[in-house]
Structures are given as C-alpha cells and as structure tokens.
C-alpha cells in the first residue's frame, strides 16, 4: 500500500490528474471484488412473506434462466410461508441474439443475452380485492468476441457469464418489488 501511495504521489506530481484516474482505476479494481462477493449475500433487516410463487418464463434458455430466478428468490428478502396470503409471480422473457460475420481468416462474432424481468406480488384485501405491486428489470449482456489466431475467435455465451447476469437482475428486481412493498 505503502509503494501506492508513493507511486500516487510521483504520478500526481508529473502527471497531475492523470495520476489520480490511474490510482482511481487501481482502487476500484479492488473494490469490484468486495461487491461481488457481497453481492452473492443478500443482507436482510426484515422479510416479506408470501403463500406460493410461480415462475413465467419464456424464450431462449427457460429452462436455465427459471432454475436461475428460483435460487435468486431463495437469496432474497422473500420467505415463503403458510401464513402469508400473498402470492408472488415472476415473470421472464429472455432472449439470445447472435450476430455474426465471415472474414478469409477468421470469424466474428457478437453475441448478446437480454433478460425483461417482471416481479409481481398480489396481496388480497379484506374487501374481497387485489393488490398488485411490481418491480421490473431490464438487462442486456454483450459479449464481443476475441480473435484467437487462425482458429477463428471464441464468443459463446456460456452459463458462467449468464448464472451470475441473471441472478442479479432477478435479485435486483426482487429487491425493487420489496421497496415498493415497503
């Protein structure tokens, strides 16, 4: 730390700004990780219960992208409950584009996984109505591909890019229907 503060001091001196973007750079780098791993956490103050929750989703890799949303609401500040007369439902549309074109050499590739998350709960009321309160998200991942020589360029989707993407947008979602719960 100390060899940073230093290489800050000399970059500040002769570069001015410039150093303090370079130790702003190096900074977040760090802290990117912290929030990764607290972002796997959920940390809770409290919870809201509901009686059943039901997933719709649709398009490209359901089955993945449901198996997905149903571990994010175990993370989340939902708890299921038999008390609970509220039901919860999520709703997904996920869609995979793949854009690609040919060269002499190699190929190229950029592809794009979009999620449109809707977390709806519905919550009876003593006069015999409903209400309904949503939180939404809408995400787009892009993954460029990179040329690997001769053999053309690796650009798959995988599933270590997409678990993490669509986990935290379902959670990101969840935690907005909470706020508007609350």
Same mark, same amino acid.
């Given at each position: 730390?100390?060899?940073?503060?230093?290489?800050?001091? !000399?970059?500040?001196?002769?570069?001015?700004?410039? /150093?303090?973007?370079?130790?702003?750079?190096?900074?977040?780098?760090?802290? @990117?990780?912290?929030?990764?791993?607290?972002?796997?956490?959920?940390?809770?103050?409290?919870?809201?219960?509901?009686?059943?929750?039901?997933?719709?989703?649709? /398009?490209?890799?359901?089955?993945?992208?449901?198996?997905?949303?149903?571990?994010?609401? %175990?993370?989340?500040?939902?708890?299921?409950?038999? +008390?609970?007369?509220?039901?919860?439902?999520? *709703?997904? +549309? @996920?869609?995979?584009?793949?854009?690609?074109?040919?060269?002499?050499?190699?190929? *190229?590739?950029?592809?794009? $996984?979009?999620?449109?998350?809707?977390?709806?709960?519905?919550?009876?009321?003593?006069?015999?109505?409903?209400?309904? !309160?949503?939180?939404?998200?809408?995400?787009?991942?892009?993954?460029?591909? %990179?040329?690997?020589?001769?053999?053309?360029? *690796?650009?798959?989707? @995988?599933?270590?890019?997409?678990?993490?993407? !669509?986990?935290?947008?379902?959670?990101?979602?969840?935690?907005?229907? $909470?706020?508007? !719960?609350?």
């Amino acid at each position: 730390m100390k060899k940073l503060l230093k290489l800050h001091k !000399i970059g500040l001196k002769t570069l001015g700004s410039l /150093g303090l973007a370079s130790l702003l750079i190096i900074s977040n780098g760090c802290a @990117s990780k912290t929030e990764e791993i607290e972002q796997e956490t959920v940390k809770c103050e409290s919870y809201k219960t509901y009686a059943s929750a039901t997933f719709e989703v649709e /398009g490209d890799m359901n089955e993945l992208v449901e198996k997905t949303a149903k571990k994010a609401l %175990t993370k989340s500040c939902f708890k299921k409950s038999d +008390q609970s007369n509220a039901n919860m439902r999520i *709703k997904i +549309q @996920s869609t995979q584009s793949m854009q690609a074109e040919a060269g002499f050499i190699q190929d *190229k590739h950029d592809n794009s $996984f979009s999620l449109d998350i809707t977390a709806i709960m519905l919550i009876p009321t003593e006069q015999g109505g409903l209400t309904t !309160i949503t939180g939404t998200q809408n995400a787009n991942l892009h993954l460029k591909s %990179t040329t690997i020589a001769d053999f053309g360029s *690796k650009s798959e989707l @995988s599933e270590k890019e997409i678990i993490p993407f !669509i986990e935290s947008n379902v959670l990101i979602a969840l935690n907005t229907l $909470f706020k508007n !719960i609350s």
